[in-house]
């Protein structure tokens, strides 16, 4: 069986990793109707200010948009409606236990499709202070500078 690392991403929250340590990810099924699933696999998905809660026993996706499908006419929803997450309740219960004594963030990650049913990757974050956003870009400019130098020497 595919690892959730190898299956290719319908959208990705690129600002998620800029914002937070990222320290564990969790995978969970999204609780979608029809014409959402279509829209998601045109890849019609946005992360980008998503955030998860938790609320009465069940993990809710806020914020995540999925833009109304083209060819949905009356079945649409609405694009930001809050979405149920589907976990174990145990995995649901150490999540929420975690961020109210830690006081970390469920932030979701990914959109992936495995066995043909949609799944969002929710990471378990910290949040990045400034000082550590700009070591995270020195390292990663000190690695390109290293491998273009690389490349021309060889």
Request: glycine share 8%; with cysteine; hydrophobic share 35%.
């Amino acid at each position: 069986m595919a690892k959730a690392n190898d299956l290719p991403r319908v959208a990705q929250n690129k600002k998620a990793y800029h914002d937070y340590f990222v320290i564990e990810t969790y995978e969970a099924g999204i609780e979608l109707f029809g014409t959402e699933v279509k829209s998601i696999r045109k890849g019609k998905v946005n992360l980008k200010d998503a955030w998860c809660s938790i609320e009465g026993g069940e993990i809710f996706v806020n914020g995540m948009h999925i833009s109304p499908y083209d060819h949905g006419n009356i079945f649409n929803r609405d694009p930001m409606r809050v979405k149920r997450l589907l976990m174990h309740k145990r995995e649901i219960n150490r999540l929420f236990g975690v961020t109210k004594q830690q006081g970390l963030t469920l932030i979701p990650l990914s959109v992936y499709f495995l066995n043909g049913r949609a799944k969002l990757e929710v990471g378990l974050c910290k949040g990045k202070k400034n000082y550590d956003k700009r070591e995270a870009e020195a390292k990663r400019d000190a690695r390109r500078d290293i491998e273009r130098e690389m490349r021309s020497r060889g």
